[in-house]
């Protein structure tokens, strides 16, 4: 599809309309960092899934007609546009930040009729063999030197250059590899490191998408989907962290959550029934495994209805709840979109009566078969819709329902897709499965979110497998049901490292994997790995070995102990970042390379993690490996076990046996620490300790509730702590409007 021959354009105060000889083109100046640029192949008036509210922010800019289309000047970025709305980026000084691709595509040959047919006997997806032309396409110009990181939880490594991604949400029960295009989310987002730049794109259209980075050729990359709008956002950015900044301002940041939701969480698919709940939770005291949840899978419901529970296998209603809550186990349920189509049934009633169920073309209710059955699927893209779904929550949290794990929200289906004509809305706008596939877990995110802020007043955790970019407002995520498999433990790292990037702060995977069998030293390597994953949750499948730590044996249940307890430690930092997150947009889980842009060494980096910046994390992620081989950046750093000095910008091998995950504190360093408990709330944190490094530093501490939303009329804490070379702290209060600490410790790490 082209524009052709530039006409003429006109100005319209935030923005300009470009002409051509076969539509036209809007470039919008959201703010001096963040330009929108569209061409409405489908519709005009696009409104947003992703970028809720008024982002427009105001900036000056000047407009001038050239030859072919028309120059902009801006604070940061001069663009050029020409024929065929081609785009070129240069920052102030004239130098190319981006620009399109104006060659044709190189499209690989098609393979022949009789490979086509050969290879589609023995079992292989043909289509994976062929490429074409989008109905919606970008191409831009890439340097030999250029690095892509960001998309979310794809499969594979950091660093996405020479690979070929698609934003489909797919439940995919098999073992992810990295050959795999496509997992449960879309985030369409990325950010190029260039050799002396950087920027970021964010193609905002939900239909299919497909990223390509220079695996077809070199010389480009290439975005396309199947239909909707070219319509992405050109961030600017000095540094990569400018970029998630603006990238975050304009889809959301993650709120800050309640204290508990980020301990330690156990679930199986598998619990099922009172007693084996009980069971574990029981479990996790007696071996003093400090635990906040233990999670109730699709068993609890009766017969997979949502909003339901078994009181054959559960006993009553509420009561298991209630008993588990005096030990300080929080209530954590899971719930599907697909309603079982069941006469009586309340929520089946409910739909049918309001019309709240998509429908075929035809208008008659579509069903597909799910866990319950035949099963209907809500349009949560209708406020309306959200709406019912929200307040019918009130079945959960009247029992004692405390948090909501949404699954199967691709929406995933047994008897094949969803077809591509079935009815949804986005809004009063009615549209088909197409466009709201990859954004249908987003609206029933937000309509889960919604009702469990009304109905309880806290911040609310909701768990989701599916979304899409901007879906970090409502929940937090996982990467879904990945294996016991080392290369699944590798995968750890560069997945929540990308998810984080890509403005998902609060993300986790299942320890110990979902599928198949783990074995003590996968386990104990696992826990290692993930003791700063924002996310923490073990949870297994059905038919697998359980994964409670004393299942395997008395080392492994105390080196998962030594670690979980490390995780409660650590909360009052990990909670810090939070707090700081909401006017950054920066994760917690960060890679190197995001704070060290220019040590090449940081750019691949996938077995290492920072947490803020001041924790470094290098885990043992090799079977049978007793030593790691660990990349310290520039500084000064002190290894947190032994306390031993290391100057940075050097690889290091380290002694890592069995139990021993390689931590590193940078020099100048303040930590704050809580004192060990078995679960948050189990009693007041009066004592705060500040873990030290040698060197002058500050931090901030952030102290509040934990749990509701009085830190915005201002009840909250806010410590400024100072060391000088010496080690002398001094505290100043920054901002003082919640009960403080009884007691305020050091604790000093040198060699």
């Not at 050969?118 to 831009?140: C, I, M, N, P, W």
Request: charge should be negative; glycine fraction near 8%.
């Amino acid at each position: 599809m082209r524009l052709g021959k530039f006409k003429d354009y006109s100005d319209f105060g935030n923005g300009i309309e470009l002409r051509y000889e076969m539509g036209k083109a809007n470039i919008y100046y959201i703010s001096d960092e963040i330009v929108r640029f569209e061409i409405p192949w489908q519709m005009d008036d696009y409104i947003s899934v992703a970028v809720e509210g008024d982002k427009f922010v105001p900036c000056e800019y000047e407009c001038r007609e050239s030859k072919d289309g028309v120059n902009i000047s801006g604070k940061k970025m001069n663009i050029k546009v020409g024929e065929d709305f081609s785009v070129e980026i240069t920052d102030k000084a004239g130098k190319v930040i981006v620009c399109d691709y104006k060659g044709n595509r190189m499209i690989p040959e098609t393979i022949s009729e009789k490979s086509m047919k050969q290879l589609t006997e023995e079992g292989h997806d043909a289509s994976a063999f062929v490429r074409s032309e989008y109905k919606v396409q970008d191409l831009k110009r890439i340097d030999k030197e250029d690095l892509f990181y960001g998309l979310g939880d794809k499969t594979g490594y950091l660093n996405k250059r020479e690979y070929y991604f698609e934003n489909w949400n797919s439940d995919i029960p098999s073992a992810h590899t990295e050959a795999l295009p496509a997992l449960y989310k879309s985030i369409p987002f990325f950010i190029c490191k260039k050799k002396t730049s950087v920027y970021g794109l964010f193609y905002d259209n939900t239909y299919h998408g497909y990223f390509d980075f220079g695996k077809e050729n070199g010389d480009y990359f290439v975005y396309g989907a199947d239909d909707g709008n070219l319509n992405y956002y050109f961030l600017y950015g000095e540094k990569m962290s400018d970029v998630i900044r603006n990238y975050t301002f304009l889809t959301g940041r993650t709120p800050l959550p309640q204290l508990w939701t980020l301990g330690y969480h156990q679930c199986r698919w598998g619990y099922e029934s009172a007693s084996d709940i009980r069971e574990v939770a029981y479990g996790m005291r007696k071996y003093r495994i400090p635990c906040e949840s233990v999670q109730y899978d699709i068993d609890y419901m009766d017969n997979f209805k949502v909003f339901t529970w078994d009181e054959e296998y559960y006993e009553k209603k509420g009561k298991l709840m209630e008993e588990l809550s005096h030990e300080g186990f929080k209530p954590v349920v899971i719930i599907d979109p697909g309603t079982k189509k069941e006469a009586g049934y309340f929520m089946y009633d409910e739909g049918i009566k309001n019309g709240y169920f998509a429908t075929d073309a035809d208008g008659v209710v579509y069903v597909n078969k799910v866990w319950p059955g035949d099963a209907t699927f809500p349009d949560f893209g209708r406020k309306e819709v959200r709406d019912w779904w929200a307040d019918s929550h009130k079945n959960l949290t009247d029992m004692g329902v405390m948090a909501v794990w949404n699954d199967m929200n691709e929406p995933a289906s047994f008897e094949g897709p969803l077809p591509d004509d079935v009815v949804f809305h986005i809004g009063d706008r009615k549209t088909d499965h197409r466009e709201v596939h990859n954004v249908y877990a987003h609206f029933m995110d937000m309509a889960t979110f919604n009702g469990m802020k009304k109905l309880t007043g806290k911040r609310p955790l909701v768990i989701t497998r599916a979304c899409y970019a901007g879906t970090q407002k409502y929940a937090a995520v996982w990467t879904g049901d990945n294996q016991s498999l080392w290369a699944h433990l590798q995968m750890l790292i560069p997945q929540l490292c990308s998810l984080g990037i890509s403005g998902y702060a609060l993300a986790g995977t299942d320890i110990g994997g979902f599928g198949a069998n783990s074995n003590s030293e996968l386990m104990c390597r696992w826990i290692e790995a993930a003791v700063f994953s924002p996310f923490f949750r073990n949870h297994s499948a059905k038919g697998t070995r359980a994964q409670e730590p004393w299942k395997f044996n008395d080392e492994t249940t105390d080196i998962y102990r030594k670690y979980v307890e490390l995780r409660y430690k650590f909360l009052p930092y990990i909670y810090d970042l939070f707090y700081r997150g909401q006017e950054t947009g920066l994760p917690i889980m960060r890679p190197l390379v995001l704070h060290y842009e220019d040590d090449e060494n940081t750019f691949n980096l996938n077995d290492e993690f920072l947490v803020g910046e001041n924790i470094l994390v290098s885990p043992v992620v090799t079977q049978g490996a007793s030593k790691k081989m660990v990349y310290l950046p520039e500084g000064t750093w002190y290894d947190y076990w032994t306390g031993e000095k290391h100057t940075g910008k050097t690889y290091i091998i380290k002694d890592a046996p069995l139990g021993v995950c390689p931590i590193y504190i940078k020099e100048g360093s303040i930590i704050p620490m809580y004192d060990q408990v078995q679960y948050v709330g189990e009693k007041p944190y009066n004592k705060l300790t500040l873990l030290l490094t040698p060197g002058a530093g500050k931090y901030v501490h952030y102290q509040d509730n934990g749990e509701d939303y009085k830190f915005i009329d201002g009840e909250y804490n806010l410590y400024e702590f100072s060391k000088d070379e010496a080690g002398n702290i001094s505290t100043e209060m920054l901002h003082e409007g919640y009960e403080g600490y009884e007691e305020i410790a050091t604790e000093n790490i040198s060699h």
